[in-house]
């Protein structure tokens, strides 16, 4: 198991991200903030979904107002996210923001990012410091677009600290996983502040998903990351459960049960995609998406008995097909065998036992 790197803990709302707290999901709404009604619906499904922080835009002063409406329905920390004019991070702290994301690149000037910091700070409302590859790919030539984005944000973070502003959560987000990961990595060695991880811009589900889970994945295998928001073209309830898929991969955090199958070969002598289809959707009815496990419970299925228990030794649980008929395992011991009509019955009877105990 990989050791998470020491950071300094901030308090978003009713959530804390830092060293010695679980590496929060965050998710942005995709609709207009001022929709009051649609914006707290939605936060509450995402909410019900796991997502622990969400962000919404602010794009006018109307949408700042907005913030103190939409707070009083839902109960997760809401995020103002604001770009260029740092009169709307004022109002939105006014207004009940429990953290406020802006990119000091594009805010009009340091005596405006001042006039943001000195709000947050009288009221203890953190800021995420965040840089995007976009914003700074004009601000220097030559260098790296990692190297860039670091630079930028150690500027920034001296000037907060000029300022004794700490309370400051960093990201340093590229479209390209190869920077992203490369910023995360130099940052996370320069200061303690807790990272939140993303790949900007990563692109709709099976890219951004690949792209997200290599970036992020990789960043949390090293121990780097407090918060993570998975950002794909499509609805935010996928940007969830890819985030959950990514925090089990990588060991971080696990929620329900992970079905580990194998891709079947010729040996196989059941449909597998079947089996693993089904299995999974009555894994699903047993613990529905979201349900947080203190560990990673396995259950196998694998399309033969000769490398089944054999290749899932390490599963809690699992199947080992034969032609019609399948091995049911236990942590690579062989308990039972059954015909392929019974095998999931039996298999998911056997499951609700172990997870009850
Ligand atoms: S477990 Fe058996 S069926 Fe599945 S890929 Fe391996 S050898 Fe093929």
Redesign the pocket.
Known sequence: MFKRRETRVVKIGNVFVGSGHPVSIQSMLKTDTLDVASAVSKINRLADSGCEIVRVAVKDAAAAEAISSIKSGIGIPLVADIHFDHKLAVLAARSGADKIRINPGNINGPDDVARVIDECGSRGIPIRIGVNSGSIAQDAAGASVADMMVDSTLRYLEFFRKKKFNDIVISLKASEVTDTVEAYRNISVQCDYPLHLGVTAAGSMSTGMVKSAMGIGALLIDGIGDTIRVSLTGGPGDEIEAAKKILSASGTRFFGPEVIS????G??GVDLAYFAGRIEEELEKVCPAGTAFSRRFTVAV???E???PG?AGNADVGIAFGKNKGAIFRRGEIVRTVSAGEATDVLMDMIRKDLAR
């Open positions: 194998c891709p079947a070969c040996r196989c694998m399309g033969c000769v490398n089944g290749e």
